[in-house]
């Protein structure tokens, strides 16, 4: 279902945290630094479990910092002996009571993810810092919200929907716009690079061009 990461400090014993996720049928890893995400071969977590029965507050909120700074769903499990003494200004996604229960922690894991990435299915595309909301026709860039006439949005979702492929001119003017229209394929060179100029900036390149033949989206590496 959903893979945390549980931050513990070097002394702590997070099993009660780790049994609770296991019975909830999601997967955990246990760590006591985030940069151990950058290690090879470990696998992105969905959201980041904060064990404070063995963490610092200092310690936590470096950790709930470094966590914003990446993007990644937050949540803090607060003892329920120490709720009296729980600073807010700690400001994670979510906060929970532990012991917790498996369905209270998967239900508070979604709201943390969906604070932080907004709505996830079928319906919504993201790549990188892209995302392409389909049912309420929104495209989002690093979280600015990026105005698109219809044919754009159209020509994005269908690239992005696709990363890798390569559509011709043709092809995306009859997917597009239908075989009886008659503007020609530079409409689609036209509508490629106002897209680009909307959703494109030094650094980040969604669309590529492929000389002579026509467009792709890049495929997430």
Known sequence: MYHLFVLVNHGGTPSALADTVDRAGMSCQVGIELEQLDESGVTPPDAVLLDMS????PDARRMVEECHNRRLPVLAAVPKEAI???????????????????GELTARVKQAMYRVTGPTGPTLLKVGDLSIDQE??????AGRRVALTYKEFQLLVLLASNPGRVYTREALLSQIWGYDYLGGTRTVDVHIRRLRAKVESPGRSFVETIWNV??????PV
């Open 84 to 102: 009296g003494d729980y600073d807010p200004s700690l400001n994670p996604d979510e906060m929970l009571v532990s012991p917790v229960s498996e």
């Open 54 to 57: 063995s963490l610092e507050l």
């Open 136 to 141: 309420r026709y929104e495209v989002t860039v």
């Open 214 to 219: 026509g467009y792709r989206f890049r495929a």
